[in-house]
T-cell receptor, first 117, second 116 residues
């Protein structure tokens, strides 16, 4: 079984400040990890993903995340927040077909990011 | 850009009525997922298909929900009879399962269901 825990349901930062959204996962097999963003009244959009290889992955809109196996974490960061970053962010985990775990995504409960002037 | 199309975008109905939500996955995608989003439960997986075959519907209340893929261009989620607790946003997502197994999903805009 897999699960994701997102620490902090609401995060508030000032424009230009560092954004850090936390995600910890639990998986009995090597995980595939994802971050999705959801703007109001829209579907989820992929920000970035980790499958194998380089543990620091870069995504769209200046976001990046680092896979740390020892800490079972996949935190999302952005050096400088912009007003347009205000949205809800979801971390998700998948086992991937190669490990026989199926390919469905299990999502965290989401973190609402607020960006203030 | 290729999109996952969901209809209807909004639906208000009365308890006991049948509700059908439709999804057109992206052409060439071989996996389709149905998720439900509520404030209390977050995103819950209801069902998913690969190559039109149902693989997992364990998250779906079997007595009232059903999911099908009549063909590769259409997935449906039906609720009969609907109840107020079914009020939620229902998302369809499709993906192409490649050799790495990294199933990157593209989500539709969702169908917002309100059951009175």
């Amino acid at each position: 079984a897999q699960s994701v825990t997102q620490l902090g349901s609401h995060v508030s930062v000032s424009e230009g400040a560092l954004v850090l959204l936390r995600c910890n996962y639990s998986s009995s097999v090597p995980p595939y990890l994802f971050w999705y963003v959801q703007y109001p009244n829209q579907g989820l959009q992929l920000l970035l993903k980790y499958t194998t290889g380089a543990t620091l992955v870069k995504g769209i809109n200046g976001f990046e995340a680092e896979f740390k196996k020892s800490e079972t974490s996949f935190h999302l960061t952005k050096p400088s927040a912009h007003m347009s970053d205000a949205a809800e962010y979801f971390c998700a985990v998948s086992a991937g077909i190669l490990t026989g775990g199926g390919n469905k995504l299990t999502f965290g409960t989401g973190t609402q990011l607020k960006v203030e002037l | 850009d290729a999109r996952v199309t969901q209809t209807p975008r909004h639906k208000v109905t009365e308890m006991g009525q049948e509700v059908t939500m439709r999804c057109q996955p992206i052409l060439g995608h071989n996996t389709v997922f149905w998720y439900r989003q509520t404030m209390m439960q977050g995103l819950e997986l209801l069902a998913y298909f690969r190559n039109r075959a149902p693989l997992d519907d364990s998250g779906m209340p079997k007595d009232r929900f059903s999911a099908e893929m009549p063909d590769a261009t259409l997935a449906t989620l039906k609720i009969q009879p609907s109840e107020p607790r079914d009020s939620a946003v229902y998302f369809c997502a499709s993906g192409r399962q490649g050799t790495t197994g990294a199933n990157v999903l593209t989500f539709g805009a969702g169908s917002r269901l309100t059951v009175l």
